[in-house]
């Protein structure tokens, strides 16, 4: 069943049309889905959209960040990441046959928000919120899952899927399965919703949490995609739908964390070229860029990516938010 919602940031229920799309990502189903703009605010967001009971049948059985991976595949993640971001990497062209399958691991460096908080002395439990399996987490990998940051610091996690929770209650992680389940007298040093706010029915909900959790001096970071972003403007549809919600721009973000009393500590957007190669593969971009597959061509592409990252152009986003008191 799919519900119209008006926005959640401003309640207005007057939109205009941006794109439609089905799901070419996991092929879950035919429907088509629409993003809309707020006429008001300019926030954009999936309308009509899967009820919250629902959503859970357009994820695939296998999504990615909700499944558990070997120790062998996170070591070697970890170790190709490192090394075709480095200089090193400039033999791998006379390695033809290689190089193109360590082209999803070519990635801009940066550090790891969390690691940096708590690495400086700041204190506090860390909470995880859309941490699926607590094995992988997206741009970090397995170096900056709660199952690692576990080594280090208390951690916890928000996580919808049952089969996930499993796997994080066996490694000694408390997990709860939403947010009305988090003790309201919880409180956490660092909070990190790392590409899941896309996901949500109400990201207002989700800062007003925030707000209420973060202890004096704590820190939230939001990762989601940007679709402000160069990729979005070659094409409005490159999204994951109908699981992506919400299409945040650099702006929303901000005025969200306005409304909820929270400054930006900093902000920055970032692509990879693998991002464009996945577009092309499921039709949602031109196949031109199938063309960047060799890891010299990719590795060019990713320094020209780098200037529209400084701009602003990023096709992700990471922003790190303060209670401004």
Not at 176 to 199: A, T
Not at 220 to 249: Q, T
Request: charged share 20%; with cysteine.
């Amino acid at each position: 069943m799919l519900e119209n919602v008006a926005c959640d940031f401003c309640g207005s229920d007057e939109t205009v049309f941006v794109t439609q799309q089905g799901d070419k990502l996991h092929n879950t189903t035919d429907e088509l889905f629409t993003i809309v703009k707020c006429a008001q605010c300019g926030l954009h967001y999936t309308n009509p959209r899967p009820e919250q009971s629902e959503i859970g049948r357009y994820y695939s059985e296998f999504y990615a960040f909700h499944a558990s991976e070997s120790k062998f595949k996170r070591l070697f993640s970890n170790i190709a990441t490192k090394f075709v971001n480095s200089p090193l990497s400039v033999v791998l062209n006379i390695f033809p046959f290689v190089a193109p399958r360590l082209v999803p691991y070519i990635k801009p460096t940066i550090n790891d928000p969390v690691i940096d908080y708590y690495s400086n002395g700041s204190v506090g439990d860390f909470l995880d919120i859309g941490c699926g399996a607590g094995i992988f987490a997206h741009f970090w990998g397995g170096k900056g899952a709660v199952v690692e940051y576990q080594k280090l610091f208390n951690v916890y996690g928000v996580e919808v899927s049952s089969r996930a929770r499993d796997v994080l209650n066996a490694s000694g992680i408390e997990a709860w399965e939403d947010l009305d389940s988090v003790p309201k007298d919880k409180q956490f040093g660092m909070i990190r919703m790392n590409w899941s706010l896309e996901h949500v029915h109400s990201p207002a909900q989700y800062f007003k949490f925030l707000y209420d959790h973060l202890i004096s001096g704590g820190r939230a970071m939001i990762s989601v995609p940007n679709y402000d972003g160069m990729i979005y403007k070659l094409a409005p549809d490159c999204v994951e739908l109908p699981i992506h919600l919400y299409h945040f721009r650099p702006i929303d973000i901000k005025n969200y964390a306005s409304r909820f009393g929270f400054k930006v500590v900093s902000l920055r957007t970032f692509s990879y070229p693998y991002m464009y190669i996945e577009a092309s593969r499921t039709g949602l971009l031109t196949n031109v860029f199938s063309d960047i597959v060799s890891f010299k061509k990719a590795k060019q592409f990713s320094s020209v990516m780098e200037i529209f990252d400084k701009s602003g152009l990023g096709n992700d986003m990471i922003v790190i938010l303060e209670i401004d008191n």
